[in-house]
């Protein structure tokens, strides 16, 4: 039952061409570094593993050079299938060139994917992608020419359309863990959040293929409390016992106590008052819809909504409970790079749980960002420039919401504001437009919202509008303001 303590190039040598690989981490948390350094490595050397398919549900990165970027390499990867890509810029640009196969599937789902794959089941059915750029009627999630293969079918199911996504086998799972002990049995109280360790590792092992941890050390057997336990050792090939400095809790710091809800709690007069700009009014307005809710369960996206947590601690008031993606329920999002941590956590599931619930309708309130919206209301956030972003969660969590809104100032690329006396003035109007005729891309369909009859705002620094008829309907003008001008 000892497991077998390898360094992280004997580990890189395990990995054979042609394989399917899958990588542990949420955006800026808990990816084991030192594994995907030396299988890049061993390419430099080598030439070898080539043509390799890799599947990740939160892209693991910095924007940089760490996480996956160190995989985006011409002939290492020949397949991609993503959630959300904005933390790995040079896998994005390898999809750009045409120099991989690439997908962009709903993080959720490749989160539930893990599990299907695990339990021998078929795959994953579920509306999350329906009418969007991931059904198969609209693009199939396909990234660029290079690829072909309709992996999405659209089925129907008790006179319901579905969408389909099929398992397939994963031969190998870089992972990580706080420490474990000689069996292989792996804790993870010093990490950020759980991600889809479990999941990962039981779709690998029952996939016949193999698992390997990066841990800070190895303890004797038995030594760790088995409710600590994250990822069993019956699931557990190898161990790769790594330096504090290739295991850092998030790209952003090497271990903040609060990510895991065990430090000194921050307190409302503890953090400083964000200056007041563009998104910080939008916040403050999008501040006040969760007043109309009693303990709400509410989720942030990236961006501008961000700033919503920061204003509800300025006004000491918060009748309600932020939850993350990556599993975090209460506290407040964490930033920069250290997106996928929450601080003053008060839970933590796995990854799959949270979807799980946000999938089912569990979020009151989901606050998003986005990149355009046209006059049926649709938006678009991952069809904007020439990065690729990766629709992230924002399917499952636009689809499923009770209420949905969308924040985002009205044009963007040098907007510049004046606040006076309450009133609120366009110095210079952004170069983009961001409500236009008709959106490049549908990320969410306003149309399918209307037919559920649920609540859609979208709220901008000048105006508030709703969806109303089908049509986005202007309902409230900022102080200051001149309709037809601005």
């Not at 948390?29 to 890799?54: Q, V």
């Not at 110095?427 to 149309?447: P, S, T």
Request: aromatic residues 8%; proline residues 4%; hydrophobic residues 40%.
């Amino acid at each position: 039952m000892i497991k077998p303590i390898i360094s992280a190039a004997q580990a890189a040598k395990l990995v054979e061409s042609g394989w399917t690989i899958t990588t542990g981490g949420f955006g800026s948390c808990g990816h084991p570094e030192a594994l995907t350094r030396a299988l890049k490595e061993r390419f430099f050397e080598m030439g070898s593993p080539r043509d390799l398919s890799l599947v990740f549900a939160a892209g693991q990165g910095d924007k940089g050079e760490r996480g996956l970027n160190q995989l985006a390499y011409k002939g290492l990867l020949r397949k991609v299938i993503g959630g959300y890509w904005a933390l790995t810029p040079r896998l994005g640009k390898m999809a750009q060139q045409g120099l991989i196969e690439a997908y962009n599937w709903p993080q959720g789902v490749i989160s539930h994917l893990f599990r299907a794959i695990a339990g021998g089941k078929p795959g994953v059915i579920t509306p999350i992608g329906l009418d969007t750029f991931i059904d198969p009627r609209h693009g199939g999630g396909k990234l660029n020419g290079q690829t072909h293969d309709d992996l999405i079918e659209v089925i129907s199911l008790h006179g319901k359309e579905q969408l389909f996504y099929p398992s397939f086998p994963i031969h190998c799972a870089f992972l990580r863990g706080t420490i474990a002990d000689e069996e292989g049995n792996v804790s993870m109280e010093s990490e950020a959040s759980f991600q889809d360790n479990l999941a990962q590792a039981q779709a690998v092992r029952n996939s016949g293929g193999i698992v390997i941890v990066q841990v800070l050390k190895v303890v004797p057997s038995g030594s760790l409390p088995a409710h600590d336990i994250r990822i069993p050792g019956i699931l557990v090939d190898y161990l790769v016992v790594v330096e504090e400095n290739d295991h850092w809790q998030t790209y952003g710091e090497r271990f903040n106590s609060l990510f895991t809800g065990s430090g000194q709690v921050i307190k409302q007069n503890d953090e400083k008052p964000v200056c007041l700009n563009a998104k910080k009014i939008i916040a403050r307005r999008a501040y006040l819809e969760t007043l109309k809710y009693k303990n709400a369960v509410i989720n942030l996206g990236i961006g501008t909504p961000e700033y919503i947590s920061r204003v509800a601690i300025e006004e000491g008031k918060s009748n309600f409970t932020l939850t993350v993606e990556s599993g975090a329920i209460g506290g407040y999002p964490a930033g920069s790079l250290s997106f996928g941590a929450s601080i003053n956590p008060r839970a933590i599931l796995e990854q799959s749980a949270q979807f799980d619930f946000y999938d089912g309708g569990g979020i009151d309130i989901a606050f998003l960002g986005f990149g355009e919206v046209d006059r049926n209301g649709n938006v678009n956030v991952n069809k904007l420039g020439k990065k690729i972003n990766g629709i992230g969660g924002f399917i499952n969590i636009s689809q499923s919401s009770q209420h949905l809104i969308f924040c985002g100032t009205f044009t963007a690329n040098g907007l510049e504001i004046i606040c006076n006396n309450g009133e609120l003035k366009i110095a210079r109007e952004g170069a983009i437009r961001k409500f236009v005729d008709k959106v490049r891309q549908i990320n969410f369909n306003a149309r399918c919202r209307y037919v559920q009859k649920k609540h859609v705002t979208y709220i901008t620094e000048r105006a508030v509008f709703e969806l109303i008829e089908g049509k986005i309907t202007l309902t409230e003008i900022a102080p200051g303001i001149d309709l037809e001008k601005d």
